[in-house]
């Protein structure tokens, strides 16, 4: 019996793999620490044969960073989930046109122009259309912290420590974070990964998946972190800090908005939501209070329209709010469907996600507001995922070809103690690639629909669905 652990820089040790070897049969047992894991039993035609294939299985994850280690001495990674308190609204109602029931509190909530991602605390993970089909259901290992996008690809951070690619057919871990880090949120851009934690910290990683810096705020329950191609803007208990995103350098902090619990940003300001029953605006250049949007309770969301023209809050008695850039309170209402722990705002549209598991279309435009406050709201759609929708789960298994089409094809290379991936088609530079580090084997060849550079330089993003080339 071989048992070993992950042990990387940055302090991540949250895996066990072990293999035994029992005669001509080889069990491979593997998961996270804590926890029974995933087993899978392979018979072998010799002894020898057995022995020889564990040994190359242990080789491959001693390459990857896996350590010998003795079962039970680490734990499992610690997680800590926001209390769910969130009371009837007493507020008129809002104007919901739709309403999908995730089926568990839910916290993560992507919108674009093809469709809305809501993830909850089981790890399920749907797609719904802006007309309220439920289109795609994804099961993740642990419970949705958040969804975010980045360019072209969509992200899903987890209890599990792990951020999931949803971007492709199959969801695959595309950062896995330090095991002492207790989560609280997440935010990418242009491939770096800024982490805020319950103990105050703000972490960065890098596209490869390395540690890059962490800074300790003079607070805790870290609820914000926003990125931009400048930099990092973390919320916490004490207030709201800006650093650097290359180096973790301080730029600005200010204490002006105390007990964060959410963070949204635009172009030249940064809003953060606090349990003192507010929504700061603060400028990105020097944390100066542009405005404070009041509401009744504390906030547990909040959003703007394109360029900040209307501020959006929710709150922990179930209400939604409107205000203007100024700060003047448009109007408040109840959602019907618990307190809003995400939201975001598209074509006269108000998305959230609830306490009660619910992901609602709330039309936010003038006539429908209207209406609303003077008692007329539409009918809500409640809606249901069709019993025939097929679940997704990540997986480590790739389809092969021997044909390399119009694709560009990968290589995986040893470089000291890491494995890299970079381009074998002509005419790409000598970058790295970014790329799953659990279907990494050295010496494989894969082929990816496409690649795009970074918007930064020095590195590619795959994108499209990956497969192993024969």
């Known amino acids: 019996m071989t048992y070993l652990e992950l042990s990387e820089d940055g302090g991540s040790a949250h895996k066990f793999y072990e293999t035994v070897v029992d005669g001509t049969q080889v069990t491979i047992t593997f998961g996270r620490i804590g926890e029974s894991g995933q ?58 046109l739709w309403r999908f029931a995730s089926g568990a509190p839910a916290f993560g909530i992507f919108v674009d122009g093809d469709r809305c991602w809501v993830g909850n605390q089981d790890g399920d993970v749907y797609t719904v259309s802006h007309d309220g089909t439920v289109t795609s259901r994804f099961r993740l290992p642990d419970g949705v912290k958040c969804i975010v996008a980045d360019d072209f690809w969509i992200y899903a951070g987890c209890d599990d ?26 935010d990418i851009h242009d491939g770096v990964l800024g982490v805020s934690d319950r103990a105050g910290r703000i972490t960065t990683i890098d596209y490869e998946d390395e540690f890059q810096w962490a800074r300790q705020a003079n607070g805790d329950s870290a609820w914000m972190v926003r990125c931009d191609a400048d930099s990092v803007y973390h919320g916490h208990s004490g207030g709201v800090a800006r650093y650097d995103i290359a180096d973790g350098r301080p730029v600005w902090q200010t204490s002006a908005a105390d007990g ?127 019993a025939s929708l097929p679940t997704v789960e990540p997986s480590l298994h790739l ?29 790409f530079e000598t970058w790295h690639v970014q790329f799953p580090k659990e279907i ?12 795009r550079p970074a918007a930064r330089g020095g590195f590619y993003r795959a994108y499209g669905e990956i497969r192993r080339l024969l």
């Open 39 to 96: 087993a899978k039993v392979t018979t072998f035609p010799t002894a020898e044969k057995a022995q020889a294939a564990a040994a190359k299985k242990i080789a491959e994850k001693v390459r990857k960073g896996y350590a010998p280690a003795v079962r039970g001495v680490r734990q499992r990674r610690s997680i800590t989930r926001r209390p769910i308190v969130s009371s009837h609204s007493t507020a008129q109602q809002a104007p919901v």
């Open 161 to 186: 420590g792990k951020v999931y690619d949803l971007s492709g057919k199959v969801p695959r871990a595309a950062y896995e974070i330090a095991a002492d880090v207790d989560i609280y949120w997440l």
């Open 260 to 386: 964060v619990l959410f963070g949204w940003h635009e172009q030249d300001a940064v809003y953060a939501g606090t349990a003192r029953r507010t929504v700061h605006r603060l400028a990105k250049s020097d944390g100066a209070v542009q405005a404070v949007y009041q509401c009744d309770a504390p906030v547990y969301s909040c959003a703007t329209s394109p360029g900040g023209r209307y501020v959006f809050a929710g709150d922990s008695h179930s209400s939604v709010y409107c205000f203007t850039a100024s700060g003047e309170r448009l109007w408040k209402l109840g959602t019907g469907c618990g307190s809003a722990f995400s939201m975001q705002f598209l074509d006269d549209h108000l998305y959230i996600v609830t306490t009660d598991g619910s992901l609602a279309c709330i039309d936010a435009s003038e006539p429908a507001i209207a209406a609303a406050r003077e008692g007329t709201v539409p009918t809500r759609l409640d809606i249901k995922a069709a």
């Open 399 to 427: 389809e092969t070809t021997t044909v390399p089409g119009d694709g560009v094809i990968l290589e995986c290379v040893p470089e000291g103690s890491r494995l890299r991936i970079r381009v074998i088609t002509p005419g």
């Open 440 to 451: 990494r084997e050295p010496g494989a060849r894969y082929l990816v629909e496409g690649l």
